[in-house]
C-alpha cells in the first residue's frame, strides 16, 4: 500500500553554503541527539569548535569524538552546573527541550516548573554568561530552537508552549540589547521533527487519544501542516547554519518558520 505522505527527502552531507565559522566557537544545549546533534554536526562541518552539551554522557561524548569538539555533561536544570559551562562563545544554541503531554487539570506542577527551568531559565542563565564574550568581540550569534508552539498552540501541551513562547520574547530582547554589539538573536521554529523527542509524543499521544501511532502522526500531528511529513534534523541544522553567515547581520529578533504551511492555515 502506497504512503499517504510524501518520503522525507534524500539523505544527504549538509552542505555549508559557504558560511566559515573556522575562526568561532559554538555551544549547543542538548547537543547528544536529535536537533542538537545535527546542528552540532553542521556548525563542525563549517569550521567551529563546537561545545557539546548534554545530559546523557555516552550521547555528548559521542557527538563530541565524531565533530572533533569538546563534551561537557550538564543538567540544565542545575543552574549551578550552568557556570562550569563555556563563557567564550561565539555562536550559542539553545536548543535543549523536553515534553510531558496531559490536560491542563492534571498536569503536575513540578514537570510545569522543570520544563521552565530547562527550556526558558536555562537559556536566559547561558546568555548571561556568554554574551559578554560576544559583546566585548563585536561579534555574536545566538540562535534558538523554537518551535511552531512558539507561535501557535496546541491542547495537552501547556508547560511546552508556554516554555517556547517565553523563548520567543528572551530572544527579542536579546536582539534589541545586542544589536549595538554586533549581535544577532533568533528562533528557528519547526514543526514535527523527526526525532526521539517527537517518537515520546507519538506514543504519548497514541495514549491519550485511544488511536495508533500512525494516526496520531496523521490526524494529529500533522493535521494542520499542508506539507505531511516530518522535518529531518539536518534541515533544522541548515536553517541554523545560515543564521550565523556572513549576509544575516541584519536578520535579528525574528522567528523563523519551518512548519510545512501550518502557519498558513
Not at 565559522?21 to 552540532?40: F, K, M, Y
Not at 556548525?43 to 561537557?72: F, S, W
Not at 501542516?225 to 544575516?248: D, F, I, N, Q, Y
Amino acid at each position: 500500500m502506497t504512503s499517504a505522505f510524501p518520503p522525507p527527502p534524500p539523505a544527504s552531507v549538509p552542505a555549508t553554503h559557504g558560511v566559515d565559522l573556522s575562526a568561532r566557537t559554538a555551544l549547543v544545549t542538548g547537543g547528544g541527539s536529535g536537533i542538537g546533534r545535527a546542528c552540532a554536526t553542521a556548525l563542525a562541518r563549517a569550521g567551529a569548535a563546537v561545545q557539546v552539551v548534554d545530559r546523557d554522557p555516552e550521547a555528548a561524548k559521542a557527538v563530541a569524538d565524531a565533530i572533533g569538539g569538546q563534551a561537557h555533561v550538564v543538567d540544565l536544570a542545575d543552574p549551578e552546573a550552568i557556570d562550569t559551562l563555556p563563557a567564550e562563545v561565539d555562536i550559542l544554541v539553545n536548543n535543549a527541550g523536553l515534553q510531558h503531554v496531559a490536560p491542563l487539570t492534571e498536569f503536575p506542577p513540578e514537570r510545569f516548573a522543570l520544563i521552565q527551568q530547562v527550556m526558558v531559565t536555562a537559556p536566559f542563565l547561558l546568555l548571561r554568561r556568554t554574551l559578554p564574550h560576544m559583546y566585548a568581540a563585536g561579534w555574536g550569534r545566538v540562535v534558538n530552537i523554537s518551535s511552531v508552539h512558539g507561535l501557535r498552540a496546541s491542547a495537552f501541551k501547556s508547560a511546552y508552549v508556554a516554555a517556547k513562547h517565553a523563548l520567543e520574547g528572551l530572544s527579542k530582547v536579546t536582539a534589541v540589547e545586542g544589536a549595538r554589539h554586533g549581535v544577532t538573536s533568533n528562533c528557528v521554529n519547526p514543526g514535527y521533527v523527526r526525532t526521539p523527542l517527537v517518537e515520546s509524543q507519538l506514543r504519548d499521544q497514541a495514549a491519550a487519544h485511544g488511536i495508533s501511532t500512525g494516526d496520531v502522526l496523521a490526524d494529529v500531528l500533522l493535521a494542520r501542516s499542508p506539507v505531511k511529513r516530518l522535518l529531518e534534523a539536518e534541515e533544522v541544522a541548515a536553517a541554523a547554519l545560515w543564521l550565523c553567515g556572513p549576509h544575516t547581520s541584519s536578520v535579528t529578533g525574528v522567528s523563523l518558520p519551518l512548519d510545512g504551511g501550518w502557519g498558513a492555515n
